[in-house]
């Protein structure tokens, strides 16, 4: 009988644009698939932010395959070893090895279904069973200069369900999934701007073009100024003093290349936009056309991974400030510094990622990272404070003592690290959902019967239930810890999802519970798959095009002008063209 839930996986992690290394994530991967857990998921999705350099991301796929290549073989590494170890309950062939596989194993557990980028943020959505992936869909917005990719979302709409014998999907097996990964203004001060991203992506992140659902909606105005900066990379830092007084030493989110920024003070969304003017003009079965192009189609279910950095503080960290600490004695300990979260704070004040759960953070900052020369801390270099620049030769790592004894963390060596001075350490690599609707859970319309991997289960306890949500050990080549997420997801066809015909916001049964900082309830909002918090922008897909002519122009320019690529492809054609220029004279 066809499972009642869909096994998902997710993971979020910034690369730092560097290649992985296959052996050692697929170690930290195989960890992370075992936890409460005893096969492998149905589904696999890798949000990646600085997937690759800025000039290879915004030229495309080409030049990211080798980045991608890297954790499909991680995954498939890691899969396979969780086969050899605890076997997979039936649920697949029994053709895994008993021995755990090394790097040369050619078998694939897990397919390629779709890999999509918008500029340094990439999708990857993997399957156990790619026939059983139909109907994808996706959907791209860029909020850096000019609207480009260097920070942006991009998203996949799929329908999941058991292949029928035709090839196909059994129609009463069935649910859609929409997935959005994402890479939100940086620096602590930028707030506002994290907001008005997420603001952004409720509006312009679209899986069909609106104007081709409502063609006679009005055109552009080719007059209006470009979309500002929206990115928050490169702004100026209020007038707080830094650990050592002198300026920040430069980072990947100081340094990228942005316009004269505005200031937070202007509206999150321009308000002349045809969208705002001529919404409350749209019929009610327009504005239904339109919500379902968006994140919050009412019938799919919603899952948001990225390092959306949100900080624990809205200035940089004052001169030997206290930081968060993993050891549990320390007055530092840092559940106690999860209060100050600015995501949870700003989720639960209907400001962003509206309407979405979490589930609860039971693990350590994820950002920012100083990785430190092995070699240094086992020769016993140490000194200095912990966020004093002046001591940059003079490292001393949080876990030295770890290092120093070979402790080994899933299989691999520890990394040493501390955390970077100049920046808070805080949760910014995050995975949130929209939980099931509570017409669904309230009204009886899913049976409670079903077999399935988990059984069946009663009206009431339709939901997502989160299995493990937490984050990997630190990796040499990024600043960031990765973070997973796994959840069994309800089949619900679309039928089943539909709101109410005479839907109220106001009811309680319509609106959406929102939990707290450890899970508890603050109240019931209003569900965004009923009224959007903000309207979808028609001319998104015109803005994105001319923003991916852009990003082509600028990714082509850097690779010609900066890389070793470039260089040969510059000699080609001086060569050609003396070679020319020699023929024609002598002819």
Not at 486 to 515: H, I, N, Q, T, Y
Request: include cysteine.
């Amino acid at each position: 009988m066809a499972p009642s839930t869909l096994d998902l996986f997710v993971l979020t992690f910034n690369c730092a644009k560097n290649l992985i290394d296959p052996d050692i994530f697929a170690s930290h991967l195989h960890a992370a698939l075992s936890q409460n857990a005893t096969g492998l998921p149905d589904l696999v999705v890798f949000s990646l932010q600085e997937v690759a350099p800025l000039s290879y991301s915004f030229i495309g796929p080409y030049f990211l395959s080798p980045y991608y290549a890297r954790y499909g073989e991680a995954l498939n590494l890691a899969s396979a070893r969780v086969l050899a170890s605890v076997g997979d309950g039936g649920y697949v062939s029994d053709s895994a090895s008993s021995s755990a596989p090394d790097r040369g194993s050619k078998q694939q557990h897990y397919t390629l279904v779709r890999a999509k980028n918008v500029g340094m943020t990439a999708i990857l959505l993997y399957a156990r069973d790619p026939a059983s992936v139909h109907k994808i869909e996706e959907a791209e917005c860029g909020f850096g200069a000019a609207d480009m990719g260097n920070k942006g979302a991009v998203g996949l709409r799929v329908t999941w369900g058991q292949p029928s014998d035709d090839g196909g999907l059994e129609p009463e097996k069935t649910t859609e999934l929409t997935f959005v990964a994402a890479h939100l203004a940086a620096m602590e001060w930028n707030l506002k701007k994290r907001n008005a991203n997420w603001r952004s992506i409720v509006a312009g992140l679209t899986f069909a073009n609106p104007r081709a659902v409502l063609p006679d909606l009005p055109p552009r105005d080719p007059r209006r100024a470009p979309t500002p900066d929206r990115s928050g990379a490169g702004d100026l830092a209020p007038l707080v003093p830094l650990p050592t007084g002198e300026s920040p030493e430069p980072s990947e989110e100081e340094t990228e290349p942005e316009e004269d920024d505005v200031e937070d003070t202007q509206p999150l969304l321009p308000t002349t936009t045809t969208t705002t003017t001529h919404k409350d003009q749209l019929s009610p079965t327009d504005q239904a056309r339109l919500q379902a192009l968006s994140i919050y189609k009412p019938t799919s279910h919603l899952f948001v991974a990225g390092d959306l950095n949100y900080r624990i503080a809205s200035t940089a960290p004052p001169p030997h400030a206290a930081f968060p600490s993993f050891d549990p004695s320390s007055e530092h300990f840092y559940p106690k510094f999860l209060p100050q979260d600015q995501l949870t704070r700003e989720r639960c004040a209907g400001r962003a990622l509206h309407g979405l759960s979490e589930a609860e953070v039971g693990f350590g900052p994820t950002y920012k990272f100083d990785v430190l020369p092995f070699s240094e801390v086992v020769a016993g270099q140490d000194g200095g404070d912990n966020n004093s620049r002046k001591d940059k030769k003079k490292k001393k790592a949080v876990n030295e003592e770890a290092v120093r004894r070979g402790e080994r963390v899933n299989g691999v060596a520890e990394v040493p690290w501390r955390f970077a001075g100049h920046r808070w350490p805080g949760w910014c690599d995050r995975v949130l959902y929209l939980d099931v609707p509570r017409w669904v859970t309230t009204r009886g319309k899913v049976s409670g019967g079903g077999g399935g991997k988990d059984g069946g289960k009663g009206v009431g306890e339709v939901k997502v239930v989160v299995t493990a949500y937490d984050a990997l050990p630190v990796v040499a080549t990024s600043d960031h810890r990765a973070v997973f997420f796994r959840a069994r997801v309800p089949v619900l066809r679309e039928d089943e999802m539909m709101p109410p015909l005479s839907s109220s916001p106001s009811s309680s049964l319509e609106g959406v519970l929102l939990l707290g900082e450890g899970g508890e309830e603050e109240g019931i909002v209003e569900d965004p798959r009923l009224r959007m918090p903000v309207p979808v922008d028609v001319h998104a897909w015109e803005r994105r095009a001319a923003a991916r002519r852009k990003e082509l122009l600028v990714g082509w320019s850097v690779v010609i002008w900066s890389t070793r690529e470039g260089a040969v492809l510059l000699a080609t054609l001086l060569a050609f063209g003396l070679g020319t220029w020699w023929l024609w004279r002598m002819w």
